[in-house]
Every structure is written in C-alpha cells, then in structure tokens.
C-alpha cells in the first residue's frame, strides 16, 4: 500500500518508504525543523552578543584591549556556534526534551572552555589582543543565564506555536505500551503528538487512555507511518517476534524514521544511565548510586541551609500572612504536623501550613493508597491521581495547594536536616506497606522538598509508579541534577497547578 519494492542496492532488502501523506506534509516537518534549529542558535547569538555588550559596559571598553579584545569575544561566540552544531544541540529532535539540553553546569563548562582557549591562542599570538580576565569572568558571568533565558523563552515560543510537535506512534499496546503512552499525553511539554498504538494482540485498555486509537497490526507499521505522517516510533514490547520487530526497526530507520526503544528492564536502569559498548554490542550502564558521596553530601547540606535559611528570610512576610489566613478561615493549629520517613527511614515530623478541616481521617487516604496500586485506576475529574476531598479542604487550603505554599514550613525541616531541598517526597510511614523491595532504595538520600516525581510527574502518577521516580533520583542525584530539578519547580508549578 504504501511502500515501493526493494531497492537493488547492497543494503539487503531494505524498503524505501513511499508516503501516501502528501508530501507537503513532510516538506513542512523538514522545514520545521531547520527553522528550530536556527532559531535556537541565533537565541544563542543574542544571549552571547549581549554579554559580550554588559561586560565591556562593567569592566569598561579598556577591560578588552581595544578592538582586537573585541574580536576575541567575537570569536567565541562562532566558535560556540560551531561546537553548539557539533555536539547538536541544536537539532530540534534533541532539544525537544528537556533532559537532552544543555544544562547550566555544560554551558558554564562549555564556555570557559572556549574561552581561555581563545586566551592561551591570544597568549602566543603577540600581535593580537588580549581580554583581561575581569572581562572574561564578567562575559562568562552574563553570557550563561542571558543564553539559558533566552533558549528557554525561545523554546517555550516554539512550544506555544507547536513548532516542535512530531507526530508518534507506540509498536505495542501491552502494559508498558501503554504506560508510555499515558506519560506521553501528561507532558505536553515533551512536544509528541500521539497518534495511537499498533498491536495485534492489546492488553485491555486503560480507563485514562479510552479515547487512544488502535492504529492496526505490526504488519501495517509502514502504512500506518506513511499515511499519518509519522516522524517517530517509539517501541515498547509488541506481540510480534524479535527478530521481525527488528527487521520493521531497521527498514523504519533507513527511512529516516525515529526510533525510540524502551529497555527489557527499564525499571533497572535510572534515568541517567550511560550507554557503553562491547566490540559493537550496545550496553547500558546503570552507575553505582552516586548519592552516598561524602563530597556529594557535604556540598549538598551546605547548599541547603544557605538557600533555605535565605528563602525563610525573604519569604517571613508571605510566611505570616499565609498564618494569619489559615486561623483566620478555620479554628484550629496554624501547622499540621505530620509523621513522615526521611533517609534511612527514619521518622520525622514535617510540618505544613494546615489546608483541611481538623478531626479529618486519614483512613480515607490509606484506602485510596491500596486501590491506586492497580494499574486500572481512573483518575480523578481534574486528571490527577489525588484523593482530594472537596468538603475537607477549606478556602484558604485550595489556594495554598494550588500554589504549594502549604509546604513552606518544610524549609525549617531542610534546615533541621531532616530533609534536602532536592530529594524523594518524604512518605508517610503505612505508605511503605505497598513498596516493593526495591522501591527501599528512595531511602539512601535525604528526602526532598521537591524532585523528580514533584516536577516530572506530580500526581499524574498512580502510587504504584511514583516510587520508581523516587528510586530513579536515588540512583542518578548529581549537584547539577539537583539544580535543574530546582529550577524546574516553579514552572511545574504554575503549569499543573496543585497536584500533590
């Protein structure tokens, strides 16, 4: 139907797809792409141009050398381009997904690198100038966030517009099929426009996924690609053999299709894994659990009580106001006190700004607990998996959940040390009845104010999936990593609003 007889070509066997979209479907996607990719390097050119203007207005016009400093700073800025290109960061398939950008730890690397390479060249150059290093220091300085802001707003752009969309089909709808499909519908932020499953034998359907089409059978996967335009397949265990599901990989790939391919054992390997090889045999390597380093941990505690104690200092007036609503809307205790679980299990008590009714069973909490360990669950009306019990939360706790200030209290928790800024949400202690042996692992780091299950998932994700975030950050915590996951909160915040 769709596809052209084999090409006699060394290639054994290998199909050319002929698409029955039309093909100025296709002509768009490819200019999509290309005008991504250049919008995302001049973003780049902008943020560098406008370091390279505040640290000559710092420093003064002296702080360059002249017009040859200039030009040095110049260069950088083609230079970056150049490496940018290289490492491909600016492809518009690998900056669609947040984990595949360049961090602010790469880009501080990135450009000093560059930097005081152009300054060891200038050094043996005699006839060329050279910037001082106040106004290196200075351009470094400006050029990572003015870069890191103007990429994000570029890209939020781009998001808004629907330039990054690809369209996405999952090979397989069993159950891991369709928990990535799930995934994939909460984060449209991902930019993957889902078109539906191909099986020939589904798993009965989940209840959130009841609108997903069945696109057909393995054996149509080429139709299936052409006549929806499809840029990328992701392939999660269908019911065709091995060795015919990589046969249809291969020939998906030649065409310049996208595979995206979800591990055997996927709930072994953390999300910063690192692929390896063996005389050609790909490898996947899961490190140690990197959270036990004593410098890791010291830089860590450190880097908690001086943003924490600055955040209480700052946040005191928003801090007594929220007090003063709270015993205001409701008679009861301004805190609601709670036993939780922190590194080792250990028991704690966490405090919150109090958001219920007091004399509210929890008994209602633990049963919803136990039931949202099946997969089958429906969320609730809002999308969330999250008991919410309208009638128990009073006017003031709406607000304060939605924008989860409720958790602000937790700051003197962080800087008691019985949690981290950044770790797994700390449990309730009959939470750990339905962990499985190795969700115990979430235990080995600190618990977090926010992490990877707060700002990845939130509450879009049953109880029975949200360890395995937890366990996930446990295996791949970094300083960086804490960070990002930092400085992605407030905008997972005020884009699900209150899912905990």
């Not at 700073?73 to 595949?100: I, K």
């Not at 993957?192 to 996967?221: H, N, Q, T």
């Not at 072994?268 to 692929?275: D, F, T, V």
């Not at 919803?368 to 309208?390: C, N, R, V, W």
Request: hydrophobic share 45%.
């Amino acid at each position: 139907m769709g596809a052209a007889e084999p090409a006699s070509t060394p290639v054994a066997n290998l199909r050319v797809l002929q698409p029955v979209a039309a093909p100025l479907l296709l002509e768009q996607q490819r200019r999509r792409k290309a005008h991504v990719s250049l919008g995302l390097a001049l973003a780049d050119m902008l943020g560098l141009g406008f370091a390279i203007v505040l640290a000559a207005i710092v420093v003064s016009p002296t702080g360059i050398h002249g017009e040859d400093g200039a030009i040095g700073a110049v260069v950088t800025m083609l230079v970056w381009l150049g490496v940018a290109s290289t490492l491909g960061h600016y492809d518009a398939d690998a900056r669609r997904r947040p984990n595949r950008s360049l961090g602010i730890g790469g880009m501080v690397v990135m450009l000093s690198a560059i930097t005081w390479g152009i300054v060891m060249f200038t050094m043996i150059m005699p006839d060329v100038g050279t910037p001082s290093t106040p106004f290196l220091v200075a351009y470094t300085g400006f050029a990572v966030p003015l870069i890191w802001g103007i990429r994000e707003a570029t890209l939020a752009l781009y998001r808004r517009t629907k330039a990054l969309m690809q369209r996405v089909v999952i090979l397989g709808a069993g159950d891991v099929g369709q928990l990535v499909a799930r995934k994939i519908q909460n984060h449209p932020e991902y930019g993957f426009e889902l078109m539906g499953l191909v099986d020939d034998a589904p798993r009965e359907r989940r209840l959130d996924l009841a609108e997903l089409k069945l696109l057909g059978s393995p054996s149509d996967l080429w139709e299936i690609v052409a006549e929806n335009g499809v840029e990328r397949v992701i392939v999660a265990f269908s019911s065709k053999e091995t060795k015919e599901t990589l046969a249809t990989i291969r020939q998906l790939a030649a065409n310049g299709i996208h595979i995206d391919i979800v591990p055997r054992l996927f709930e072994a390997i953390p999300p910063r894994s690192r692929l390896d090889e063996v005389e050609g045999i790909t490898l996947v390597t899961a490190p140690a659990t990197p959270g036990r380093r004593k410098g890791y941990r010291l830089g860590k505690r450190a880097f908690d009580l001086v943003v924490a104690g600055a955040m209480l200092l700052i946040a005191a007036p928003l801090f007594a106001f929220i007090a003063w609503r709270v015993r205001a809307d409701s008679p009861g205790p301004i805190f609601f006190r709670q036993t939780r679980c922190g590194e080792g299990m250990r028991e704690f008590t966490s405090r919150k700004f109090r958001t219920m009714r007091t004399g509210t069973s929890m008994t209602a909490h633990k049963d919803y607990i136990a039931a949202s360990m099946s997969s089958t669950i429906a969320p609730e009306s809002d999308g969330l998996f999250k008991l919410t019990q309208h009638d128990a939360i009073t006017k003031s706790g709406a607000w304060l959940r939605k924008t989860s200030l409720d958790e602000l209290p937790q700051l003197i928790n962080v800087l008691r040390g019985d949690m981290s800024l950044v770790g797994p949400r700390p449990c309730i202690p009959y939470e750990t009845e339905f962990f499985e042996a190795h969700h115990f692992e979430r235990f080995s780091v600190p618990a977090g104010l926010t992490g990877l299950w707060q700002t990845a998932a939130r509450a879009h994700v049953t109880f029975k999936e949200a360890p395995e975030l937890d366990v996930a950050y446990a295996r791949s915590c970094s300083f960086t990593f804490d960070l990002r996951l930092l400085l992605s909160t407030p905008g997972s915040i005020l884009s699900r609003g209150n899912t905990r």
